[in-house]
């Protein structure tokens, strides 16, 4: 299984990104991706879900209302579009794939990508 994240940049406090990780050898409708983020000198924190077969989603507090988790499953990748962008949201952000019992626990994922850079700041 391998994971791609793409779509780093470095955007102006309100301004829009939009992350993908495309998953290879991994099934979308039949696993859950999740985003991760770590900002520098920080642990690394949950920002978002998407489960397998139905695609519930579910967002962290700190992101709820201004990013959105989809899924393409004929290209098998997940998108997490971010708008509203504060300074607080830079970060290495992360996809993770698994099926895990509580999403927002980092050590239920199987795999990971490498990461992507979002930068917000003016």
């Known amino acids: 299984v391998q994971l791609q994240a793409s779509g780093e940049g470095l955007v102006q406090p309100g301004g829009s990104l939009r992350l993908s990780c495309a998953a290879l050898g991994f099934t979308l409708d039949r696993g859950a991706i999740g985003w991760f983020r770590q900002a520098p000198g920080k642990e690394r924190e949950w920002v978002s879900y998407?489960?397998?077969?139905?695609?519930?989603?579910l967002y962290a507090n700190s992101v709820k209302g201004r990013f959105t988790i989809s899924r393409d499953n004929a290209k098998n990748t997940v998108f997490l579009q971010m708008s509203s962008l504060k300074p607080e949201d830079t970060a290495v952000y992360y996809c993770?794939?698994?099926?895990?019992?509580?999403?927002?626990?980092?050590?239920?994922?199987?795999?990971w990508g490498q990461g992507t850079q979002v930068t917000v700041s003016s």
């Open positions: 998407i489960s397998g077969g139905d695609g519930r989603t």
């Open positions: 993770g794939a698994g099926c895990p019992s509580i999403p927002a626990i980092e050590s239920e994922y199987d795999y």
